[in-house]
Structures are given as structure tokens and as C-alpha cells.
């Protein structure tokens, strides 16, 4: 565990410096932060190499084959597109540098401004189905795992891991449609469609959450039947505490780690699937947005969407890492 | 055959049925009905079910029964056009340090790694936007949007193998990089590679249903199943099924491709969760069952433990494993008693029987267990038992290392137990913690009851746990064997202070060891356990020379002392012990006794006590053993 030992400082830097490499925690911020700035760069370029690899006149697909000519050419040069290559690459990157992502084809407007207006309504829904999925995963999957622990209650622990493959196998989408059949057109228990008020998030929200609560809690049980066969839950025994104790606070944090892991990984793919299930639900949000603006070949609204996604699951994968470092200090000295 | 054993698992079974079925209809549906999906039927425009049209019509009264089925084949086939571009791409890529050279190669795995950290959802809709929309621009978006995570997985599998000897020695006869990868490792990553892939068809499957339905994908006049899903919804109020109908359609296929693919990889050994053991019938309730002849212990004043026939069963599908067979003895206030015995002999399973430490589904019987004058196989009020087991039994166990909750610190986990059975303030218990731990002599006891475990060495982790018994005011220390995972030196410290704590507690003590020579100097009592019994018990000081079983004699001789000629070889007992789920019939030790005769593998001797009150179970106690036995040369 002593910080200086493994690590070899590079030559030529300055002492300070060299001292600074020494510590675990500068040398995981540094090689974190190297990794984000490069997946940006990647992101940012092939956003950016986009509009180039699409096959044709862009804006001639975008305005429609009708289009007078003179109006063609004079939206080619608002892009810029008549530029050289490498002009229009710096000249995008300056102005994603002021937060400029140029303006809609279709609807004249800034993209920065729809995509601020639509962005909140998406970041709602994600949060609020992850912090559900957990809520539901959690506690099932600790439930479980003491229920069937040893092979105990063998039916139990089939029907849940039947439930839970075939769950896990169902796409949010479909889950939106079976939602709305049942509580929305079946018993007019929520809102087909829109957003207009809590009871309007019940029925994206929970579609979105299923899948992955699924999925998590069947981690959470394998976790927590590993985490029960150790030394150290015998002598939580030992100590002749009650069993709730024992499971909650000596076994569910040794076996938070993995979970973490993969609620991360289940957090990033909510931000994309959120994009069908606004479309189901008829959601204000960009995922409705990015799809109009690809049917509609709205190029620069495409753009900046798909760079505030690329953002979004960038930094929410940076964020796990950093939490999991926190809690379990080994990740970081193993990180490559 | 492996294949084969997947279809006899259920999951198996469903997965394969389902998939061929949906297979068959793939092919099939197209030609037997695309007359019927295509028919218009005016008089029934956006009909509702009925015996005519068993899932309603759409708007222009084509039946919705038939065009789901007929979708089927557009339908898998682009799912398995797209997961044939993923695997083409991704193995190419995977194998690029093998193709064009290691540094190359980790250029092209650092731009995976980054793909790979995107969602599929987000990189299937980049490349629609550069393909444009359609079934042809999808397959590709689809495709290539997988592809990154099939070049992990093979760029992972092939460094496998790559290291392997009949690469390098493919290599050296000068076969081409190519060669290599199509002869040579591809053949023998296939395996995981298919599985893989079948479960990434079902993905790709899933993904284009919901392209399609966000009207990216298939483009009328063709419809696959999103498509009839996407139309289905705007009139999800007045006939639901249209839109339902081809959802089931699409969880079934997914469904089909899934399960193959997780019975394939159960079967290949891939998902197993390890360390459960699963019995076959054992519906015998609760771990305590009272022996027959249960009459309440009479417990001696000044006994602070004593058992009558306790025997632990392991469960198993055919024979049962009996670890412990019929143990009695009692303990007397203060007392230090070893078990000693080879692994295997029943002395730890006693020992956390005792401590009621034994879970389901193992069992533990009992004709009574009396634990400072309460029996612990009564039923009792489980609050106040979990008080006294709490304060006054101290358990120690044998590997300090795993003993400790590594994500709690020390002085907390030693805490706990003053906390939860001695209603302490969390500073006043953290204060007796600190204080236990000086006197088990761990220095700086603040500062170290504010570490982790695995900021402390072995010992003195060893240490804490006995600080950790000493929270309460134990009458009884269970230490099974505590030294066993210890350094010599440390060993010693840690048999010096257990004494010391009895001195000073006038706790008693249960040492569990193999270790002969540890508990003729700890303790005053010896039980020699073999084969789940107690085969001998006497005071330790006569432990070398007034041994009469057999057995105990030859792991007296078995410990080498200042007196031992080593010049010879070092004596050990012959054969193995027996295997608990198949005892013999008479004395479980005449197989490697050198004085059995056929009385003693027909009759088992019963434990008996002479005089002094020693107890010893032999057919032949005491008798002379042969002078060779000693020695076996190995």
C-alpha cells in the first residue's frame, strides 16, 4: 500500500514534479483526465467528420431535391462548407470552444438553444430511472440472495432468474408499449403520452427501469452469495449480531463494488435509451429531437446532439471510476 | 457431447425450440403467406380481432397476423446481416496486432477501448446518420456499431492464445499473418465466438426493431417489426394489439437467440456461481435437531460447557457426510482443552458446532449442548441467547488474513459488539475497543483501532480477534486453530497471550490444532479426535507417555522432539484417513492400525473410561505396538 514504491518516475521531470508522480492519487487523476481528453477529441472529430462522410450534397439532401440552386449555395457557405478542410475544422472547434453549435437547417434557431431547452426533460428521466432501478435492484437482490443462499428454496431462485433473464431480454421501447397498454389505455391509470405533471413521468420512467433493475439485481445476488460464504460474515456471526445486520452492514458493502460498475454502464445506456422511449411516450426531450433532426437531415442540430450524448456518457464513465477509486482505493493503482 | 447437453437444461431446451421455430417461419413465412399479408380487405380497414383477422387489420385492411409473420424473415435476416458485419469487422480489428504488428495493433485497441465505452444505441444512430435512413443504411449502422465490441472480445480471446505454442510455431515456419489467424487461431476461439455472436443477434434483432419503429430502419412499402410496430402505436387506444402484437414477436425471437446463447454458455462453463452447495432432499427444517433420548442436561456447577453425542451431517445427493459421529464431553470452568486430530478428523466442525456456527443445510444433532447452564438445543428466547453466546463465548478462527470485514475499520468492528449487546455509547465502546486491544498488546492502540485490517500483520490481526472475545467477559474461548496461519515466532506470541488471558479472565479454552506439541504446552486436557469420534481423551502432561490408543501414539511418534534420531526417517502414519461418507463398519482407524484384527473391523469399540477417568475407544488399548511400525519409508 505505500504510494512511492511501484511507481517509476518518468525522466526528466522536475523534483516536484517527480514527487507529485509519486502519489497514487495524481498519478490516477492524470491518467483519468488523459483518458477523457482523448475520447473528447475522438468524439468531438468524428462529430465533426460527419457531415463529411455523408454521401452526396448534405445540404442539397437536407433542403430537398426542389430546392432552388442559388438557396443551396448560400446555406453550403453559412456552414462553411466551402472552405478548405482544415479551416472548418479549426473554425469548429473555436466555436464549440464558445459554445457555438452553429444553427438548425429547418428551423433557423441556434442548436444550443433547443438542445438546452430539450436537455433537462431527457436528464430528468435518466436520473430518475437509474436512481429507481437501484432502489428496486438493491434490496431484491440482497433479498434474494439470503432467501435462496446454499440452495435453499430452489423454486424461488428459478422463477426469479427466469423472471429476471427474460426481463433483462425485453427492450425499454416494448416495455413503453406493454406500459401504455395496460396502465395508460387498459385502466386510464397514467397519461398515454406528453409531459404534464408527476404522473406523466410514472410510465417512461418505470420503462426505462425495468431492464436494468433486472439485470442489476441479479448482480447484486451473485455479489452478495459470494460476499456471504466469506471468513469475515462468520465472524459477524460470531459476534451474534441479528441477521439484518449481518447482510446490511457487513456483507451489502463488500458487495457494492461490481454493482457500481455495471449501474454505471446501465446509467450511460439509459442516456441512449431514453432516445426510443421519448419517441413511445411522445417526450420533449432531445431523444426526440435527434431522431426528427436525422428524418429531417437537420445536419448541425444532429451534430450537437450527438455531441452533448457523447459528453453526457463520457463523463458519467469517468464519474464510476472515480467513485469506485474512492471506495476501493486497489482500482486505482491497477488502472491502465 | 456438450451441444448435446444443452437441450436437456430447460433453459436449453426453450431457447433452441424457439429459435428454430422462428427460423423455420423466417423461411418459410414469406412463401406460405404472403398472399394473405398483402390482400386488402376494404370492408375491414383498421379493424379490431376478430375470427377474420385474429390481431385486427391495418389501414388499408391487410391482416396483421400474416404481415407479422411474413416480417419475420426481413426481420432476421438484416438482425443476422448486421451481426455478420459486427464479427467480420470486430475480428479483423481484434486480430490487428497479429495482423499488422503489435504497435499498430494497440493503436487500433486504444480506438476500440473508446468506442467500446459508448453506448450501441448512440454509435447505431452516428452511422445512420452517415448511411441515411433505410433497411441497407441500418444494416450497416447496426453492423459497424457492434463491431467494436467484437473486437474486444476476440482481441482479448486471441491474447489467449496467441502465446500459445502452436502459434509460435507456426510462426517461425514463416506462415502468413493471415494464415495464422484463418488456420490457426480462429479455429480455436470459434467456441466462445459463436456463443457470443448468437447473443449479439438477438442484441443486433432488438436494436433494428427499434430503429425501424423510430422510423430510421425499413421503409415502406417494406415492414419488419418495428415498422408494423411503429404504425401499430398512433392507434395504440382503439386496437392495441397492432402494436403488441409484433412486440411479442420481437421479445420471442430475442428471447430464442438469448436463451441459446446463455444455455450454450452455461453448458461451456462460462456463468457458473461458485461455493453453493445444492442438496438434493433435504427437508429436515432448522440446523438443531434433539437427539431421541433427550433428558435435560444436569448440569454440573463449575461446567461451563458439555455436550452428549453431538453430530454434525453434511447433506449430499447420495451419502451423506457424517463429520462428526457422537462427541461427549464437558469443559469445567477455567480449563484448557485441546482436540487435536489429522484434517478431516471432525475438530473444527465440532468446534463451530459448538459455537452454533453450523448454517443450513448441514445439520447439527445433539442430545443436549449446555452452554453456561442453558441448553442450546431447547428452544429459547433468540435475544437474550444472542446477549450471552455475545458476550461470554470468544470465538478465534484460523486465518486472521480473511477473518476481518476488510471495508470496516478495526476499532469499529470490535466495537460493534459492545454496541449492539452491551447498549455502549459509540465512544464509550470505541473507548473499550482501544482498551482491548492494549491489553491483547497491539501498540498504539488508537491509532491502530482507527486502521483497516489490512493495515495490520498477521499476527497482530490474530491479536484483535482475541481483543475482539474480550469485549465482553468471556467464560469460554472456541480457538480453532489460531496459529495454524502464523509465522513460528508470532505462533508462539499468540499461544503466550491466550494463556495470559485466561489467567487473567479465568476464561476456559477449546484450542483446536493438529499441532501435538501446541497443546501439550497450552493445555490441561487432550481429546484425539478421528474420523468424527473422540477415540481418546487424557491430560495433557501424559499425552507422550500414557497414550493406549494406537492412533494416538503413532501422532505422538509423528512429532519429532530434542530425543528424535534424524538420521532415520521421519515417522508418519500410513494410509488416509477414511472418507466420511463412507464409514466402515467396525473401528474407522483398523484400516492403518497395525495391531486390527478381524474383531476390530467388525465391531466399532465404544469410548471408555477407567479409573482415573480417562477415556479411550481400542479393542486393543495399551497393547505393545510392533517396533517397525514407526518407520515408513515413503
Redesign the interface.
Known amino acids: 500500500m505505500s504510494e512511492s514504491t511501484s511507481a517509476t518516475v518518468p525522466r526528466g521531470l522536475p523534483g516536484w514534479l517527480g514527487g507529485l508522480w509519486a502519489h497514487r492519487w495524481f498519478r490516477f487523476a492524470v491518467r483519468r483526465a488523459g483518458r477523457l481528453s482523448l475520447s473528447l477529441w475522438i468524439l468531438v472529430t468524428a462529430s465533426f467528420l460527419m457531415i463529411h462522410l455523408i454521401p452526396g450534397d448534405p445540404v442539397r439532401a437536407a433542403l430537398g431535391p426542389t430546392a432552388p440552386a442559388d438557396l443551396v449555395l448560400a446555406r453550403t457557405r453559412e456552414l462553411g462548407l466551402l472552405d478548405p478542410l482544415w479551416r472548418q475544422y479549426a473554425d469548429y472547434l473555436v466555436h464549440l470552444f464558445h459554445g457555438e453549435l452553429g444553427t438548425s437547417i429547418t428551423s433557423r434557431l441556434p442548436v444550443s438553444e433547443t438542445i438546452a431547452q430539450r436537455l433537462p426533460a431527457t436528464a430528468q428521466l435518466a436520473v430518475a430511472a437509474f436512481v429507481l432501478s437501484m432502489l428496486i435492484a438493491v434490496p431484491l437482490g440482497v433479498v434474494m440472495a439470503v432467501l435462496t443462499r446454499r440452495g435453499r428454496r430452489r423454486r424461488t431462485e428459478l422463477a426469479f432468474t427466469g423472471t429476471n433473464i427474460v426481463l433483462g431480454a425485453i427492450p425499454d421501447f416494448l416495455f413503453g408499449v406493454g406500459l401504455v397498454y395496460l396502465l395508460a389505455v387498459q385502466t386510464h391509470l397514467f397519461p398515454v403520452a406528453g409531459r404534464d405533471g408527476l404522473d406523466s413521468y410514472v410510465l417512461p420512467v418505470l420503462a426505462l427501469a425495468i431492464g436494468p433493475a433486472a439485470v442489476l439485481s441479479r448482480i447484486v445476488r451473485v455479489e452478495m452469495l459470494a460476499v456471504m460464504e466469506a471468513d469475515y460474515i462468520r465472524t459477524a456471526r460470531a459476534k451474534r449480531l441479528t441477521p439484518v445486520r449481518i447482510h446490511l452492514l457487513h456483507a451489502l458493502p463488500n458487495a457494492v463494488t461490481a454493482t457500481l460498475t455495471l449501474g454505471g454502464l446501465l446509467l450511460s445506456s439509459l442516456v441512449a435509451g431514453t432516445v426510443l422511449v421519448e419517441n413511445v411516450f411522445a417526450w420533449p426531450g432531445l431523444g426526440s429531437t435527434i431522431v426528427s433532426s436525422i428524418t429531417t437531415k437537420d445536419y448541425p442540430l444532429v451534430q450537437g446532439t450527438v455531441l452533448v450524448y457523447g459528453v453526457g456518457v463520457l463523463l458519467i464513465n469517468t464519474l464510476v471510476d472515480v467513485v469506485l477509486a474512492l471506495l476501493d482505493p486497489r482500482s486505482a493503482i491497477g488502472d491502465s | 457431447m456438450r451441444a448435446a447437453r444443452v437441450l436437456l437444461r430447460p433453459?436449453g431446451l426453450v431457447g433452441f425450440g424457439l429459435l428454430v421455430l422462428v427460423l423455420l417461419v423466417a423461411v418459410f413465412g414469406p412463401v406460405l403467406w404472403d398472399g394473405r399479408a398483402t390482400v386488402v380487405d376494404t370492408g375491414n380497414l383498421l379493424a379490431g380481432p376478430s375470427a377474420g383477422h385474429w390481431i385486427g387489420t391495418d389501414n388499408l385492411g391487410r391482416d396483421l397476423f400474416f404481415r407479422v409473420l411474413v416480417a419475420t424473415r426481413l426481420s432476421i435476416a438484416l438482425a443476422l446481416a448486421a451481426t455478420a458485419i459486427s464479427m467480420v469487422l470486430g475480428i479483423v480489428l481484434g486480430a490487428a496486432p497479429l495482423l499488422v504488428g503489435r504497435r499498430a495493433g494497440r493503436l487500433v485497441m486504444g480506438?476500440v477501448n473508446?468506442l467500446v465505452?459508448?453506448?450501441?444505441?448512440?454509435l447505431v444512430?452516428?452511422f445512420?446518420?452517415?448511411f441515411?435512413?433505410g433497411a441497407r443504411g441500418a444494416a450497416l449502422a447496426v453492423g459497424l456499431a457492434g463491431a467494436p465490441a467484437f473486437a474486444r472480445l476476440c482481441h482479448t480471446l486471441i491474447a489467449g492464445i496467441s502465446e500459445r505454442d502452436y502459434i509460435a510455431a507456426a510462426r517461425i515456419a514463416g506462415v502468413s499473418r493471415l494464415r495464422i489467424l484463418l488456420r490457426h487461431a480462429l479455429p480455436n476461439i470459434a467456441q466462445p465466438l459463436i456463443v457470443n455472436a448468437t447473443m449479439a443477434a438477438?442484441g443486433a434483432l432488438?436494436t433494428f426493431?427499434?430503429l425501424s419503429?423510430?422510423?430510421?430502419g425499413v421503409q415502406a412499402p417494406s415492414y419488419d417489426w418495428g415498422k408494423l410496430?411503429q404504425d401499430g402505436?398512433n392507434g395504440?387506444?382503439v386496437h392495441?394489439l397492432a402494436?403488441?402484437g409484433p412486440?411479442i414477436a420481437?421479445?420471442l425471437a430475442?428471447?430464442a437467440f438469448?436463451?441459446t446463447g446463455?444455455a450454450f454458455a452455461a453448458a461451456f462453463g462460462i456463468d457458473v456461481?461458485?461455493?453453493?452447495?445444492?442438496?438434493r432432499q433435504v427437508r429436515n427444517t432448522p440446523g438443531k435437531i434433539r437427539g431421541s433420548g433427550a433428558t435435560t442436561a444436569s448440569a454440573d456447577a463449575g461446567t461451563v460447557l458439555s455436550v452428549e453425542d453431538l453430530r454434525v451431517t453434511i447433506p449430499a445427493a447420495r451419502n451423506p457426510i457424517r463429520a462428526v459421529r457422537g462427541v461427549t464431553f464437558a469443559i469445567r470452568d477455567g480449563e484448557a482443552v485441546g482436540v487435536v486430530g489429522e484434517s478431516g478428523s471432525g475438530k473444527s466442525m465440532t468446534a463451530l458446532a459448538l459455537?452454533q456456527?453450523i448454517?443450513?443445510?448441514t445439520r447439527v444433532e445433539a442430545n443436549h449442548l449446555v452452554f453456561g447452564g442453558e441448553d442450546l438445543m431447547a428452544a429459547g428466547d433468540p435475544e437474550s441467547r444472542?446477549?450471552r453466546?455475545?458476550t461470554s463465548l470468544a470465538?478465534v478462527?484460523q486465518?486472521p488474513m480473511?477473518?476481518?470485514?476488510?471495508?470496516?475499520r478495526v476499532g469499529p468492528q470490535l466495537a460493534?459488539?459492545s454496541r449492539?449487546?452491551q447498549g455502549l455509547s459509540r465512544r464509550a465502546a470505541f473507548a473499550r475497543a482501544v482498551d482491548r486491544l492494549r491489553a491483547v498488546k497491539v501498540r498504539e492502540p488508537e491509532r491502530r483501532a482507527r486502521q483497516y485490517p489490512?493495515?495490520f500483520s498477521g499476527g497482530m490481526r490474530q491479536r484483535a480477534?482475541i481483543g475482539?472475545g474480550l469485549m465482553g467477559t468471556p467464560r469460554l474461548i472456541i480457538a480453532d486453530e489460531p496459529t495454524t496461519a502464523l509465522d513460528v515466532t508470532v505462533q508462539r506470541q499468540v499461544l503466550e497471550l491466550l494463556t495470559e488471558v485466561r489467567r487473567d479472565t479465568g476464561a476456559a479454552l477449546l484450542l483446536i490444532s493438529h499441532d501435538v506439541s501446541v497443546v501439550t504446552d497450552v493445555c490441561d486436557r487432550v481429546l484425539v479426535m478421528y474420523a468424527g469420534r473422540i477415540v481418546e481423551e487424557l491430560p495433557a502432561q501424559d499425552l507422550r507417555t500414557l497414550a493406549r490408543h494406537p492412533y494416538t501414539r503413532a501422532l505422538v511418534a509423528a512429532v519429532p522432539d530434542m530425543e528424535t534420531d534424524l538420521t532415520k526417517p521421519l515417522a508418519v502414519i500410513p494410509g488416509l484417513p477414511i472418507d466420511p461418507s463412507r464409514v466402515p463398519p467396525g473401528c474407522a482407524f483398523a484400516a492403518r492400525c497395525p495391531l486390527a484384527d478381524d474383531h476390530c473391523r467388525a465391531a466399532e469399540p465404544r469410548l471408555q473410561a477407567d479409573a482415573a477417568g480417562n477415556r479411550v475407544a481400542c479393542h486393543k488399548a495399551g497393547q505393545a505396538l510392533p517396533t517397525d511400525t514407526a518407520e515408513v519409508t515413503a
Do not use: C, Q, W
Not at chain 2, 480473511?402 to 470496516?408: I, Y
Open positions: 433453459v480506438a473508446v465505452a459508448f453506448p450501441g444505441l448512440l444512430l452516428f445512420a446518420v452517415i441515411g435512413v438477438g432488438l426493431a427499434g419503429f423510430l422510423g430510421l410496430m402505436l395504440i387506444y392495441p402494436a403488441l412486440g420481437v421479445i430475442g428471447l438469448n436463451l446463455e456461481i461458485p461455493g453453493v452447495v445444492r442438496p459455537a456456527l448454517e443450513e443445510p444472542r446477549k453466546l455475545g470465538v478462527f486465518d480473511t477473518s476481518f470485514n476488510p471495508v470496516h460493534e459488539v449492539f449487546h489490512f493495515e480477534m475482539m
